[in-house]
């Protein structure tokens, strides 16, 4: 079954994605050589791919641990706000928080999920106490312990095309 992203995007636009999506720091000619292209016509695809949306950032993925980031936390928090006004403002106080890393809206049992990074136990209890002023009325908190597996490569291509 072919997916919705192959029917609006060829071949070459997915190649060229994969590509970025496993290390943005590659060059505008080396992406043409693997996907057999000029230059200008890969940076002419990339280009539109961006102003369409498909490419919404080029990031750096620092390494946390070393940067003195020891504690990952997953918060599950609940919320007895129901005002979209007031949900908007609760919303824009997480954005703004830059121990998070990841902030979801659920379905379920809790509202929020929260991915929050923070360099030790204490600067945690200051994050709940944050949390706590913004109305929260449930809070939940699991502390990883390792990561088995991180990615931010999307499995674009199908298995037989890589």
Same mark, same amino acid.
């Given at each position: 079954?072919?997916? /919705?992203?192959?029917? !609006?995007?060829? =071949?070459? =636009?997915?190649?060229?994605?994969? %590509? &970025?999506?496993? +290390?943005?720091?590659?060059?505008?000619?080396?992406? *043409?050589?693997?996907?057999?292209?000029?230059?200008?016509?890969?940076?002419?695809? #990339?280009?539109? &791919?961006?102003?369409? +949306?498909? #490419?919404?950032?080029?990031? /750096? %993925?620092?390494?946390?641990?070393?940067?003195?980031?020891? @504690?990952?936390?997953? !918060?599950?928090?609940?919320?007895? !706000?129901?005002?979209?006004?007031?949900?908007? $403002? @609760?919303?824009? *106080? @997480?954005?703004?928080?830059?121990?998070?890393?990841?902030?979801?809206? @659920?379905? +379920?049992?809790?509202?929020? &999920?929260?991915?929050?990074?923070?360099?030790?136990?204490?600067?945690?209890?200051?994050? %709940?106490?944050? &949390?706590?002023?913004? +109305? %929260?009325?449930? !809070?939940?908190?699991?502390?990883?312990?390792?990561?088995?597996?991180?990615?931010? $490569?999307?499995?674009?291509?199908?298995?037989?095309?890589?």
């Amino acid at each position: 079954m072919e997916s /919705v992203v192959n029917k !609006i995007l060829d =071949d070459m =636009d997915i190649q060229i994605l994969d %590509i &970025l999506q496993k +290390g943005a720091h590659v060059s505008n000619s080396e992406i *043409a050589k693997r996907v057999n292209l000029s230059p200008p016509a890969t940076h002419a695809r #990339i280009k539109r &791919l961006e102003n369409e +949306g498909y #490419i919404t950032q080029h990031v /750096v %993925i620092l390494n946390q641990e070393k940067l003195g980031f020891d @504690l990952l936390s997953f !918060i599950f928090m609940s919320t007895n !706000i129901h005002q979209a006004e007031k949900l908007e $403002v @609760l919303e824009k *106080a @997480l954005e703004s928080m830059p121990e998070v890393l990841e902030c979801h809206c @659920l379905t +379920g049992e809790y509202d929020y &999920l929260l991915k929050v990074a923070n360099k030790d136990r204490r600067e945690l209890e200051s994050f %709940i106490r944050k &949390l706590n002023r913004l +109305g %929260i009325t449930r !809070i939940q908190t699991s502390l990883a312990l390792r990561e088995i597996k991180y990615s931010t $490569v999307l499995p674009i291509r199908e298995e037989n095309n890589r």
